[in-house]
């Protein structure tokens, strides 16, 4: 434990996660939910987020990495299961081995280490059109999986966020290999594949964004509670008169007095300069707008209507997932990845 407050933090609300992971565990129906909790459970803490869901009963997660897995393995309970999507390297080998997680095997190259290596129980992904990782679907798969222990098949949708034809094809590709290639279980939806109803669901389903307060698709909307408020700490309070400008480059300039607060809070930390002008911090109801450029670890709020508003103050960042990406340009998925390491994480 560390005694020393940052002046910046995360509010996690670790009743809402779970509440987000029960959502969608009751639209998987019959299926299992699991949780990707990959880049550090999008920003969260990926350990702080699977303590809870742990204890809420989810039993299978997802990482990308062996360096993740490896961070997570201590706490993994009897019965818990931890997959790696992006498969075994050569030098990943030794840990892989030795390690509780298991690869998500998506090459015939990784396919052939494994096996020569006995490796023991494995996943296996399969690209069903997103040409991005695993074996392709038009492939005699079943040949090239022959002798595999195989606990979790599956796939990953392209477009589950919007309704394109995509979807169902990569539905219908997917459940013929189930039906041609021997595995304990299979899984083909993230949280917006979730979304799309039981034709999408198979034995396992994997949600990252919903879980955090992602809105994947407008059907989630009023079910997904908000996780993650930023807060940040005011350094200093001062006085903008007519014609002063603030921040890099002056792009703003005064019309006329205003007062400001200085937060301990920039794009360093994921608040991108897409927020410049544009992003705003709350005092309670109260909206106090970004102006001026956000620097790198510093920004201006415009706290005229705050006047008892003083330096050591702590203020929410306005920060609903689907407004805050329509007035940055960035996805949700970003603006929760983005949040870096400075911040304490503190969950409620
Ligand atoms: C990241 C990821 C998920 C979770 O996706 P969301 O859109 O965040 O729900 C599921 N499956 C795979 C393979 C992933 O890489």
Same mark, same amino acid.
């Given at each position: 434990?560390?005694?020393?407050?940052?002046?910046?933090?995360?509010?996690?609300?670790?009743?809402?996660?779970?509440?987000?992971?029960?959502?969608?565990?009751?639209?998987?129906?019959?299926?299992?939910?699991?949780?990707?909790?990959?880049?550090?459970?999008?920003?969260?803490?990926?350990?702080?987020?699977?303590?809870?869901?742990?204890?809420?009963?989810?039993?299978?997660?997802?990482?990308?990495?062996?360096?993740?897995?490896?961070?997570?393995?201590?706490?993994?309970?009897?019965?818990?299961?931890?997959?790696?999507?992006?498969?075994?390297?050569?030098?990943?080998?030794?840990?892989?081995?030795?390690?509780?997680?298991?690869?998500?095997?998506?090459?015939?190259?990784?396919?052939?280490?494994?096996?020569?290596?006995?490796?023991?129980?494995?996943?296996?992904?399969?690209?069903?059109?997103?040409?991005?990782?695993?074996?392709?679907?038009?492939?005699?798969?079943?040949?090239?999986?022959?002798?595999?222990?195989?606990?979790?098949?599956?796939?990953?949708?392209?477009?589950?966020?919007?309704?394109?034809?995509?979807?169902?094809?990569?539905?219908?590709?997917?459940?013929?290999?189930?039906?041609?290639?021997?595995?304990?279980?299979?899984?083909?939806?993230?949280?917006?594949?979730?979304?799309?109803?039981?034709?999408?669901?198979?034995?396992?389903?994997?949600?990252?964004?919903?879980?955090?307060?992602?809105?994947? @698709?407008?059907? !989630?909307? #009023?079910?997904? *509670?908000?996780?993650?408020?930023?807060? &940040?700490?005011?350094?200093?309070?001062? $006085? %903008?008169?007519?014609?002063?400008?603030?921040?890099?480059?002056?792009?703003?300039?005064?019309?006329?007095?205003?007062?400001?607060?200085?937060?301990? @809070?920039?794009? !360093?930390? #994921?608040?991108? *300069?897409?927020?410049?002008?544009?992003? &705003?911090?709350?005092?309670?109801?109260? $909206? %106090?707008?970004?102006?001026?450029?956000?620097?790198?670890?510093?920004?201006?709020?415009?706290?005229?209507?705050?006047?008892?508003?003083?330096?050591?103050?702590?203020?929410?960042?306005?920060?609903?997932?689907?407004?805050?990406?329509?007035?940055?340009?960035?996805?949700?998925?970003?603006? %929760?990845?983005?949040?870096?390491?400075?911040?304490?994480?503190?969950?409620?």
């Amino acid at each position: 434990m560390q005694d020393h407050v940052a002046p910046l933090r995360l509010r996690l609300d670790g009743d809402a996660l779970v509440a987000n992971w029960r959502w969608l565990d009751g639209v998987s129906g019959a299926a299992a939910c699991g949780a990707a909790i990959k880049a550090n459970g999008y920003g969260l803490g990926a350990g702080g987020v699977m303590t809870r869901l742990m204890q809420a009963g989810c039993r299978d997660f997802f990482v990308s990495n062996w360096g993740e897995a490896a961070a997570l393995e201590p706490l993994m309970e009897e019965g818990v299961s931890l997959s790696v999507l992006h498969g075994v390297r050569r030098e990943d080998m030794a840990q892989a081995l030795s390690s509780r997680a298991r690869p998500v095997l998506s090459t015939p190259e990784q396919i052939g280490r494994w096996r020569e290596a006995g490796g023991g129980p494995c996943d296996v992904m399969i690209d069903t059109g997103m040409n991005r990782l695993g074996l392709d679907w038009r492939s005699d798969v079943a040949a090239q999986v022959r002798g595999l222990r195989i606990e979790t098949l599956m796939s990953h949708l392209a477009s589950a966020d919007e309704d394109a034809d995509l979807n169902r094809l990569q539905r219908d590709r997917f459940a013929a290999i189930r039906d041609a290639v021997p595995a304990r279980r299979y899984s083909l939806a993230n949280s917006a594949g979730i979304c799309r109803g039981h034709a999408y669901h198979f034995d396992l389903t994997r949600p990252g964004l919903a879980l955090y307060g992602g809105v994947p @698709l407008a059907e !989630a909307a #009023g079910h997904i *509670r908000p996780v993650v408020t930023p807060q &940040a700490q005011i350094l200093q309070r001062r $006085r %903008l008169i007519a014609g002063d400008s603030i921040g890099y480059n002056a792009t703003f300039t005064a019309t006329r007095d205003h007062e400001v607060a200085i937060l301990n @809070l920039g794009y !360093a930390d #994921g608040y991108l *300069r897409g927020f410049s002008g544009r992003g &705003a911090a709350m005092a309670g109801h109260t $909206r %106090l707008p970004v102006i001026g450029r956000v620097s790198m670890d510093l920004l201006a709020v415009e706290v005229s209507d705050a006047p008892d508003l003083a330096e050591g103050d702590w203020l929410d960042i306005a920060y609903d997932l689907r407004e805050a990406s329509a007035a940055s340009g960035l996805s949700q998925y970003e603006l %929760l990845t983005g949040l870096g390491a400075r911040y304490d994480r503190a969950w409620t």
